[in-house]
C-alpha cells in the first residue's frame, strides 16, 4: 500500500529572513520505503536536519525580499502498529521510562498545572488506559467547536477551555494538557492526513500507554491509520511547519496526500494505531 | 419575625492605615425596623457613608500601630420579597432599563467577555428565565468543589474554571460571569447568612429578572430568605468587609446571625427571593 | 470660541441586534451653548438616557439586518478650568469623597492590582501631585509606541506593558492602571479631539487631584484644551462608542472637529485642564 | 583547588508518593574529580538516571506515608572555562547549531513571544554580544526586588514584570525570556553557588555565545566561577529539585558549599566563565 503526498509552499519576503521549515515526513519504520524530495527556491545554502532522539526533519533556508517557494513531494508504504485499545494500559510514574517524564511537564501552550483541577475534576475517576484519553478525546470533540479563524500563535490550552472552540493545533493542546495534568505522558504531532477535507497540514497528539506512543485525534476529522508523521514535539512550538525569523507573508499552502488502497470513506479503523516499533 | 446578627472584628495594624469596612446591613425594606450599633475601637475620626443608589453603608477609619477592633450588632425584620421562579422572565437588551446596562459588562474579576464561548457553548440553548440561572447555578455547584484557601484575592472566574474550586467569592463571580455572557445583568451582593457553618460572612449574587433583582447561592450552604444583604458591587472588589491602605494582619472574624422564628434545619424555600421593591 | 464637531457611523447588520451607542457630547458646563443633532436610520425606538451621575449620553437601537447609520453634529462653546499644575496636590485616601473610592479599585482592562509593583517601583519615589502623574505620562510615551492594530478590544493594561505598543485606549488604561494603583483616583474618558491626526474618536483619562477631575493624554495628540467630553467610565467597558448586542460590521468612521479661534499648530497649553466646574 | 558541597532534604509524605530528585552534580569536565554520595532513607527501589545530552542526573525513589530523608554530598575540583567578555558575539540564527533552536522558543514560565515587544523596546537596539545579556541582567537587577515569598511555582517571566519582585528562579526565568525574545539562546541552570547568603539552591542561566553556553546571574549574589552545575533545562520545570507525584510537605533544606581556596569576599571574577569544554 503506497501513499504519496506533499506540499507546495509560497511565501513573500519582506526582510531578510532565516525560515526554518517542518514538513519533510519523518524516517520512521512507519514511514516505510521513503522516496522524498525537496525543492527550494532560491535554494542556495539550504541545511537539512534530523533531530536525534525525535527523528523530526528541519530544513533551514536563508531568504532575501522577493518570492521563497518550497516544493516537497514523497512517496512512502504506510506500516503502522496495531493493538486492541483494551490493552492498553496506563504507566505508573514509578515504572515510567526515566527519557519520558519531561512529557509531562507543563510548556507554553499546554498549561496542564493551572489546569489540574479541571482535568481531575472530569476525567480523574475515569477507568485508566486507552480508554481514558480516548475520553478525553470524546469531551473534547463534544465540548470544543471546530471553528476556522477562532484561535492564533498564541492561544493556550485555557484559553481554549474557555473559547470553546479552536482548530486541530488547539485540540491537541488540549488534549495533551489533560493528559499531562493526569500523569501521562503526551506530546504534539504534526502530519499529512488522509482524507482531510480540505487537505492540510494536520496536528494531533500521542499519548504514552503500555510501551509506546499511541495517536489521538480528538477533532476525528481523519482515521488515525492515515496519518503521515512529520514531526513531534512537547508542543506546537517545537513542530511549527515554518518558523520565520524576519518578515514574510504566506499564500495558503496546498497539501496533498493520496493512496493507493482506500478511500476516504471506507470504513475507519478502531484499533489503536501507533508509529513507532519500539518506544 | 426578628433577626439579630453582628460581627467583631479585630486587626493588628502595622503602619499608619486607612480602613474602608463595609458590614453595616443595607437600610432597605426587606431589612425592616433596622436597629444597629457600630463600634470602632479606637474610634476618632470615623466617618460614615451610604452610597446612594445601591445603599451600601462604608466606615472609613484611620488607624495607627496597633490593635484595633469594630464591634458591630444588628436586630431587624426580614421582610423579603416572593416570587414563583417560573414567572421570571429574562428581559431583553431592548427592554432592560438603562441604568442595568452597566451589569452586562465585564469587570475585573468577571472576565464575562473571556468566557463568553464557554457560557454559550453550556447554557446558550436552554430555555431563558429564572430557570437557566439556576442551571448556571446547579453547574457551579456540580463542577466546582468549595474549597477554602483555594483561591486568593486576585482569583477570576476564568481561574476558577481552570481549578474547579473555590469558595463563595469565586462562586458568585462564576455565576455572574455566565449571566453578562448570557446577557442577564448580574452583581455581587455579601450578606449575613442565617445557618450558615461555620458562621461567617457570605456572598452570593442577584441577577435581574422580571422587574427586580433575584438572589442565587451557587454554594447552596444557606436559604434564600434567610440572607440579610450589606453591600452589592459589580464584582468583589467593590463591596469588600474591609479594604487596607496600608498595612495590617486580620485575626479571624467573629460573625453571628440568629432568628426567632425557625431553626436552620427547617426545609429551605424554593420561592424565587428578591431583597427590593422596587428594581 | 465655538467648537463644531460630529460622526457619521455607518453599519451593515446582520442579525437583528441591538445598539447602545455613546458618541453624543456630554452636557457639561465645560461644553457650554451645546446644540446638537443625532440622526439615525432606520430610526424607529430609538431611546435616549443620560447617566445621573457622570452625564453620559446614550441610545440605545433596535436594528434589522441592513445598513444602519448614524449622523451626529454639534456646536459648543468650549469653556475649561485651568490651573496652575504645580497647584494640583494628590489627596490621601483618608480624604477623598466617599463617592470617589471605586476609581481606586481594578477593573476588567485595568489590574491595578497585579500591577502594583511595577507602579510602586517606577512611580512610588516621586514627588506627588500632578507632576507624578504627568510623570506617568512621559513614561508610557517614552516606553509604548502608538501602533494601530497592536491591540484589541480585550488587551488589558498589564498586556500593554508586555507589548510596549498600543493604541489610545490603551496608554489610557495604562496611566489609570498607574494612578489607581498609587491610590490615585483616576477614570477613563472618550473624546472629541480638537487637531487629532487623523481625525478620529479619542481616549484620554482623568486623575483627581486638589478638588476636581484632570485630563492627562499619554497620547500627547492633541492640545488638552481641546477635548471635547463625551463619556467617563471605569474604563473603556462602560463607554464604548458602539456595543452590539447581536451582529454587524462597521465601516470606518467619520469624525470631525473645528474651532473657530485657533490652528492645530498653535502653541499647545501647559495649564492644567479640567472640565469640571465642581468635583 | 576542592570544593565540597551537599545537601539535606527531608519530607513528610502523606500519601504513596513518587518523587523525582535533581540535585546531584552533573558530570561534566568542570565539575573535574567529583567523588559523591546519595543516601535516601528509606532506599528502598531508588533509581539513578543521566539525561544523554544535558546531563541532569536523576533520582526517581517510591515513598510510602512517613518521613524521607536524602543527603547528599560531593567532592569535586571545579575548573571552568574563562573568556574575554568582549570577545563573545552573538550568533546569527543563520548559524546557530540546529539543537540550539528549541532554546529560542517559549515554554511554560518563559512566555518570550507574548514579552517581545518588551524586549526589543527595551534591548532591541543595544550593542549585540556578550554586552547586550550583560545589559539585560543589569535591567533585572535594577528592576526587579530580590523578595522571597513574592511568587510561586506557577509564577511566568511576564508575571514577573508586573509585579517588579521575584527569587532567583525568577530573575533566571527572565532573563532567559528577554535573551530569547532576542534571539539569542537561552536556558535555565540549578546550581551550587559558593558564598550564596544564606546557602541554598541557586538558579541563574546560561546564554550561547561565540561557541558555546556562558553563566549569567541576574541576582548578582555569587560568583560566576563559584556555581557549580546540577542542572540544565528550558525553564525551572525540568530542574525541578524535587518533583513529586502524590503529596508531602518539605522541611526547610540545608544546603553547603565551600572551597578550598578562597573567601566569599574575595574580589569576583569579571571573566565570562562557562562549564562547557564544547557546546
Redesign the interface.
Known sequence: MTVKLGCNLTYEVTADT?F?FNVEVARLAANANLKDTVTVNPGANV?F?E?PVRRNR?L?V?ASPGTLSLHYEAELTLDVVRADPQTLAEV???ELP??L??YL????F??S???A??A???FGQLPKGHQRVSAICNWIND?I?YTPGSSD??TTA??T?????GVCRDFAHLGITFCRAL?IPARYVTCYAYGLSPPDFHAVFEAYLGDRWWLFDPTRQAALDGLVRIGVGRDA??VAFATL?GGGTASPPEVWINRSDRTPSDVWTTDAISLEGLS
Do not use: K
Not at 511537564?105 to 507554553?108: A, E, G, H, K, S
Open positions: 532565516i526554518v541545511e536536519y533531530s528541519y533551514r536563508p505508573p510514574v514509578a526515566f527519557s517524564l519531561p511537564l507543563p510548556t507554553r499546554v498549561p498545572d493551572r489546569v483541577g479541571f481531575q475534576a472530569e465540548h467547536a500563535a498564541e485555557a484559553e477551555i474557555m473559547n470553546r472552540a500523569g512550538a517545537e525569523f
